[in-house]
């Protein structure tokens, strides 16, 4: 029975795809490139999968799935993805909910890097075309030609495939790329071709993408996108979770699916960048030099590393030091001989995108003499937080699990940020709830930088007390079985008609959050016997850091209370960071030297790690407000 | 009058105020009430309160921690006591308790140990990251009636059944009753793996443990 293989439709996408009797929707939906929300990594129990047969037959309901749906759902054919397996050809419905949304993504830190000596360089060389009296072969030709720039050259193999085809074409008038001493493109001289650099930061949620004039700094086009690994799991360890349970994806990247789509992402990314600059003289034979940043899995994973290692503590990555990988290896569209540079790893859970954060973030502090012995916080907040400490000109670095609660995950009327996400929350002194929409539209539920405005608003309001439960102070407080919950928005006033409303449940799983960063934050100030009011400098990166009210976040106790003028919110410094480097030998070296000088702290194995997640996770008292 | 005092334990711990807990602590004994009595009528009937009220969703993990907060401050003066008396804390049975290898996740465990306490088991805690052999070996020294594993991830969760597939090959399984539990594990998985019991939280593996203990 396991051999007989259905066919899968998936709408309203319209995608269909192929499976075996003992292959579960979920894998229907990964196999098909449809990104259905995941987030336990398919063993039932996150319910975030939900899909409904249209027509066809299925495996019997699980009795997770009896658990998780209503009689009605059941009847109208409800079902969760991963514990669904097909008994004939079969329609699926997708509903909306289950589907990664677009959403708007961290792209900003426009400034341009201040180092500039890119190590890849361009020459135009006029080569000598062959003749009865001159029989040199090409290669030679090319040399002698490259002779006055270099000595001696190495030459990738896929260059000397195309080198004798190209000379003829272009008229023996050629550009000659060189990444340090190699050749790794060969382009027909053309007055207004660029060459590109590729800068890439590869989130668990989210991906950015950055293409950089590699001669002038200047970003060419830019563009995100969800990370399509979302559909095999939401959280990093769901997602070695996957390969765990899919032993015949491991040990190669050809068949593992988690690396191939990350790569496909990326083609996607790069071609969607090309046509917006559309430059008929720029195509991805110009992109010559790539750096990938992200945290050890994602990079991981990109680079087809093992990763189930790092599901396991104590949490080893396959490989810290810097890599370069040439683009065909890893099937990324850019020119094939292209060096992908990927930078060191700290530590299982501190990746190349943390060092590449910290170039931009505390870096300029600890390379300059007058400022060097500054107390500096620098904090990348994401689904894992990392967090580096500056003090006594040495860096201390730690991570913590903060979960997706910030992106909108977990929350009853969670969304990514969005329009009609409510961003903003304020309750006066008379009790009115006031609220601000991305894209002014009609609210539809509540990103993660109005979930902590709300909480912090609410807390001020005595609507909450320290330990999260609700107080009966507001008429929009009260009771719905047994359970205290909030209404943020009446149904009336709300572009679905429905209540927009905050639980308990919702205010924990922000306490969850912010207690595991703020516990982070504590121990790297006890460690180095640092009081908050020490820190001359909190640096918040990262897509949410952007956008959240600080005061909020000191409010609700994620950040201990500092003059604000001492706070900066920065952006996407991972990204920034990965342009520094493309653009900057020296760079390299530095995030190479810095990722060897971090002192790692493993938070999980910390004596006082449970205590002080425990402190952080009741709010603080709002005398220190003052 | 003592009555009023258990109630004001009671209710000390359910608001989550470990400083009343500890006053009123302070008043029982002052007011002659045995130590023993004191935690059977007054911190018990609050812990079981508060466990509920977690079980069904209406409290939440800081409610948790400050219940147990209250619980330990009361201890401090109460142990004392007991020990002046000679007398042990009657146990409900013992339980050997720990965080299977390769997971280092240690509150919710280690919550699980604070109700079985407060509810009167001997509980043993081996910590986080314990690996197969020790439970074994901690099984056949300590003779636990239960012992419960705690996975907290979906990598990890497999070394429950390793554990248990390790009792067996020990042949000491049918010596001790397993519970699994973390927030991965469902009732699915435990009987999959062969497990005695599962619970969804703290207070659930109390009434399990009672159960398994009177089986």
């Known amino acids: 029975m396991t051999n007989i293989v259905h066919t899968i439709h998936l709408q309203p996408i319209g995608r269909r795809t192929q499976i075996r009797s003992d292959q579960s929707l979920l894998e229907a939906a990964q196999l098909a490139g449809v990104e259905i929300t995941s987030i336990c990594g398919g063993v039932g129990v996150c319910e975030s999968c939900r899909v409904r047969l249209v027509k066809g037959e299925l495996s019997p309901l699980t009795m997770d799935e009896q658990n998780t749906f209503s009689t009605e759902e059941i009847q109208q054919g409800y079902r969760l993805a991963c514990q669904a397996f097909p008994r004939s050809d079969v329609i699926l419905d997708i509903p909306p909910e289950s589907l990664s949304t677009p959403q708007r993504l961290q792209l900003e830190s426009q400034q341009k890097p201040s180092e500039f000596d890119p190590p890849v360089r361009r020459i135009q060389v006029a080569i000598p075309a062959p003749s009865i009296d001159d029989l040199r072969s090409d290669l030679t030709r090319l040399r002698s030609a490259i002779q006055p720039f270099y000595e001696t050259f190495d030459v990738d193999y896929a260059i000397l495939q195309k080198l004798s085809t190209l000379c003829r074409t272009a008229e023996w008038t050629i550009q000659a790329i060189f990444k340090d001493t190699t050749l790794i493109q060969i382009l027909p001289a053309d007055p207004k071709s660029k060459i590109l650099g590729l800068a890439v930061d590869i989130g668990t949620t989210k991906v950015a993408a950055y293409l950089v004039n590699l001669e002038t700094g200047d970003i060419l086009a830019q563009a995100g996108s969800m990370n399509p690994q979302i559909a095999f799991g939401e959280d990093v360890i769901s997602r070695i979770s996957y390969l765990i349970n899919h032993p015949e994806q491991r040990g190669h990247p050809s068949t593992n699916l988690l690396h191939q789509r990350i790569i496909e992402g990326l083609n996607n990314l790069i071609e969607k960048m090309l046509a917006e600059i559309g430059d008929s003289s720029v195509s991805s034979e110009n992109i010559v030099d790539a750096v990938v940043v992200g945290n050890t899995a994602m990079h991981h994973l990109f680079a087809g590393l093992s990763v189930e290692q790092l599901g396991i503590s104590p949490y080893v990555p396959a490989v810290s030091e810097a890599l370069s990988i040439t683009a065909k290896e890893l099937g990324l569209n850019i020119a094939p001989s292209a060096e992908v540079y990927l930078p060191p790893n700290i530590a299982g859970y501190v990746g190349a995108d943390h060092v590449a954060m910290l170039l931009p973030t505390i870096y300029p502090y600890y390379a300059d003499p007058n400022r060097k012995s500054s107390n500096v916080l620098a904090i990348d907040i994401g689904t894992n937080t990392e967090i580096s400490l500056l003090h006594n000109q040495q860096i201390t670095s730690c991570s913590c699990a903060s979960g997706p609660a910030f992106e909108g995950a977990h929350i009853q009327f969670g969304m990514r940020a969005a329009p009609g996400a409510i961003e903003r929350v304020q309750i006066t002194p008379d009790h009115r709830i006031l609220y601000k929409t991305i894209a002014d539209q009609d609210p539809v539920g509540i990103c993660g930088s109005g979930i902590l405005d709300a909480i912090a608003e609410m807390y001020f309001a005595n609507l909450l007390d320290a330990k999260g439960m609700f107080l009966k102070n507001h008429p929009n407080v009260r009771i719905q079985n047994r359970n205290m919950e909030f209404v943020l928005v009446p149904a009336d006033q709300s572009g679905h008609h429905q209540e927009i409303i905050l639980t308990r449940r919702d205010v924990n799983e922000i306490q969850l959050a912010k207690g595991a960063i703020r516990a982070g934050i504590n121990i790297l100030l006890m460690e180095a016997g640092l009081q908050p009011e020490e820190l001359d400098a909190m640096i918040i990166a990262g897509a949410f850091g952007t956008y959240i009210d600080i005061k909020s976040a000191m409010k609700i106790g994620m950040f201990p209370y500092l003059p604000l003028e001492r706070c900066q919110q920065v952006g996407n410094a991972a990204g920034l960071g990965a342009r520094q480097m493309l653009l900057s030998k020296r760079y390299r070296q530095i995030a190479s030297e810095l990722a060897q000088q971090i002192h790692y702290i493993e938070l999980s194995n910390h004596p006082k790690f449970s205590d002080e997640f425990s402190k952080s996770l009741f709010f603080p008292s709002k005398e220190l407000a003052n | ?215």
């Open chain 2, 1 to 215: 009058m003592s009555q009023e005092i258990f109630a004001k334990l009671t209710n000390s711990l359910v608001d989550g105020d470990p400083d009343a807990t500890f006053e009123a602590t302070k008043e029982a004994l002052a007011a002659g009430i045995e130590p023993m009595v004191i935690i059977k009528e007054g911190l018990i009937p609050g812990m079981n309160i508060v466990g509920e009220k977690f079980s069904c969703g209406e409290y939440f993990l800081p409610d948790l921690i400050i219940a147990a907060d209250g619980m330990q401050k009361a201890m401090t003066l109460l142990e004392p006591e007991l020990l002046k008396r000679q007398q042990a804390i009657e146990s409900a049975g013992t339980v050997l308790l720990g965080t299977v290898k390769g997971d280092i996740h240690e509150i919710g465990k280690s919550l699980v140990g604070t109700m079985l306490t407060a509810n009167g088991f001997k509980v043993h805690d081996l910590g986080v990251d314990v690996p197969t052999e020790t439970f074994v070996a901690k099984v056949k020294e300590m003779k636990p009636d239960i012992l419960g594993l705690s996975a907290l991830l979906t990598t990890t969760m497999v070394m429950q059944r390793e554990v248990i597939k390790a009792l067996t090959e020990a042949g000491i399984r049918n010596q001790v009753k397993v519970m699994v539990g973390g927030a991965p594990v469902t009732r699915s998985w435990a009987e999959e793996i062969g497990a005695d019991g599962y619970a969804e939280d703290a207070m659930g593996a109390v009434q399990i443990a009672r159960q398994l203990v009177a089986k």
